[in-house]
């Protein structure tokens, strides 16, 4: 378990939503149906820009990076929070676009195959054109971690997340293709990144969720020491939970007490109103071309 000491702090945090499925109102962004993150983190003389997840999109990832004046060359990491195709499958046209050596971190099942049968057998992975062979080719450091672990100073993978509530992370009714049979998944790939930020405490960043956003958060809370949330972005994957869910997950997010929920993606329009009824000012709304600085 890393400590505080280990851990460190950052100075400030500028979230860029490159990718989301809703475009925003009157706006020239496009929404695609996935999401991809750009984190530009500082933390005293050193910054780091990470790309959290790229989307299923590359046409789509790259008109709003040329809106959002980002040069694929200035990423500097790219962060896979699990293998489902909205997250994954544009990484090797990212790659080839960025054309250089930057590291790739996700978890060591991420690039499995992976399959949904809703209401047909349908591969829901990271497509053909992402093998680790070719991610290499592209200029892919990767770094397959199931461990929590940093990025840099005051940023850490949360690794595999810990499953303690009884109302989440129970799988989605996927499937894991292993040894010439379908396996029930349990998504044990869903990772997210902490961020430590200097005297706010912890701000998480999700891709899905599959894990649940209580387990994500109390055991951010548990591997860092910090036992503040400040604040969340990402998807929360309440898009088809039930009322009882939504209401347990608003009740011990309640308790967590956060400053800021930033919801978006597979969070589902019914869980984005209660949250904001809950939540009210501390609520804010996310779309393809968003940024939030912290």
Not at 17 to 31: C, F, H, K, N, R
Not at 119 to 146: C, M, Y
Not at 197 to 207: A, E, S
Not at 256 to 261: A, G, H, I, K
Request: hydrophobic residues 40%; aromatic residues 8%.
């Amino acid at each position: 378990m890393y400590s505080i000491k280990e851990f460190g702090e950052v100075d400030s945090l500028r979230v860029t939503v490159l990718m989301e499925d809703y475009a925003g109102y009157e706006s020239d962004y496009w929404g695609s149906h996935g999401i991809a993150l750009l984190l530009d983190v500082k933390a005293g003389n050193t910054s780091k820009r990470i790309l959290m997840d790229v989307g299923q999109s590359f046409e789509a990832l790259l008109h709003n990076m040329e809106l959002a004046d980002v040069e694929p060359a200035s990423i500097e990491m790219i962060f896979l929070s699990h293998c489902h195709y909205d997250h994954t499958l544009a990484l090797a046209d990212v790659l080839g676009k960025i054309n250089k050596e930057i590291p790739v971190v996700g978890h060591p099942e991420v690039f499995r195959k992976n399959f949904a049968l809703d209401p047909v057998l349908k591969d829901i992975g990271s497509g053909s054109k992402n093998t680790p062979e070719r991610l290499e080719t592209l200029g892919a450091q990767l770094a397959f971690i199931k461990e929590p672990f940093p990025l840099m100073e005051g940023v850490l993978s949360t690794g595999e997340v810990e499953r303690v509530t009884d109302f989440e992370g129970k799988g989605i009714g996927t499937y894991n293709l292993e040894g010439g049979k379908l396996v029930p998944d349990s998504l044990v790939d869903d990772m997210s990144i902490i961020v430590n930020l200097k005297g706010k405490g912890l701000f998480v960043v999700t891709g899905c969720s599959h894990a649940g956003i209580v387990n994500i958060l109390e055991h951010s809370k548990k591997i860092t020491g910090i036992n503040k949330i400040f604040g969340v972005i990402g998807g929360l994957h309440l898009v088809k939970a039930d009322d009882e869910v939504i209401a347990k997950t608003m009740d011990r997010l309640e308790r967590l007490n956060p400053s800021v929920l930033i919801p978006g993606h597979c969070t589902g329009q019914k869980a984005q109103y209660r949250l904001w009824e809950r939540f009210g000012d501390r609520y804010r709304a996310m779309h393809s071309g968003s940024v939030f600085e912290f």
